[in-house]
């Protein structure tokens, strides 16, 4: 399957890995989340940065949530 695309838009697991990044965690830790491997969050992560032409996983982050394509997930602290 191919997730990079020019649209802006991003898939589910590109969405999944980025909500996750927000919160902090790292590359090892989304994965253990999200049950999949390093590779395959990698991968999203790689696609969510070229979906929104962004330069880092940061400003993938930071564009997702200006566009309202992920939320920050609630912190029950």
Excluded: F, W, Y
Excluded at 62 to 72: E, F, K, Q, S, T
């Amino acid at each position: 399957m191919d997730t990079c695309n020019t649209s802006g838009r991003l898939d589910a697991g590109q969405r999944r890995v980025l909500t996750l990044a927000a919160t902090g965690l790292i590359t090892d830790e989304v994965a253990t989340q999200l049950g999949m491997s390093v590779d395959d969050v990698r991968r999203h992560t790689a696609g969510a940065i070229a979906a929104l032409g962004a330069r880092s996983k940061l400003e993938a982050v930071v564009i997702a949530l200006r566009r309202g394509l992920i939320d920050l997930p609630e912190q029950g602290r």
